[in-house]
């Protein structure tokens, strides 16, 4: 069954960062390999956000677009039949560390699942101290349909979901699920919100 969050069942989805060692919120190769080799050994399936179809099904997903995702992830992936979800902050593709254009696309080309984690990384869970609401509104509306316009327009797909960054806890939450001790690095319990409803109904992943 999925893990159940206030009494309700919920899917599961693991979020990665980065495979560089040197940077924080990352996590070794080899350590994510064991990860993903414990999760299918243990009778799990590892796929996009958008396939969570039966219990048994665990979404695997990317924030910040990270170049060790593409070298590392990607390619030990496509050789296991495995797509994720990569969520990239627009702003960052092309620039040293992170995933150029081209590499999104043919990230895209080849299964993944490109979406949403805003322009510029932006922190959206409270306004800015002196920011008013309705320059807060303005910014969250820039972070959220600029970027699913700019990937929609680069990969010529839609984009659904939106990732948000740096929110706190009780949305993120650090556990270890399974008797393996595979660590779930961040599990997200149904607040990757499908865009893009923000400004009327909000609409959740359940």
């Not at 696309?105 to 309705?134: C, F, P, R």
């Not at 972070?143 to 948000?164: G, P, Q």
């Not at 008797?179 to 149904?190: D, Q």
Request: glycine share 6%; net charge neutral; hydrophobic share 35%.
């Amino acid at each position: 069954e999925f893990i159940a969050y206030e009494g309700k069942p919920q899917k599961i989805i693991l979020c990665y960062h980065s495979l560089n060692i040197n940077r924080d919120s990352s996590l070794g190769f080899n350590e994510f390999k064991r990860q993903i080799e414990g999760i299918e050994r243990i009778g799990f399936t590892l796929t996009r956000i958008d396939r969570l179809k039966n219990p048994r099904s665990i979404g695997l997903t990317f924030d910040d677009a990270d170049k060790s995702i593409y070298k590392l992830a990607y390619p030990y992936l496509r050789k296991k039949g495995i797509a994720g979800t990569l969520f990239i902050p627009t702003d960052y593709i092309g620039k040293e560390g992170f995933v150029s254009w081209e590499e999104v696309k043919e990230m895209s080309k080849n299964g993944w699942d490109i979406q949403a984690h805003g322009v510029t990384h932006q922190h959206l869970d409270e306004e800015y101290q002196d920011e008013t609401k309705e320059d807060y509104k303005k910014r969250m509306y820039n972070e959220l349909y600029t970027a699913k316009r700019k990937i929609e327009s680069e990969i010529n797909h839609n984009v659904e979901y939106f990732a948000y960054p740096d929110i706190l806890a009780p949305f993120y939450q650090r556990v270890r699920i399974f008797n393996s001790g595979v660590l779930v690095h961040f599990l997200r319990y149904c607040f990757l919100e499908r865009l893009f409803g923000f400004f009327g109904e909000k609409r959740f992943i359940s």
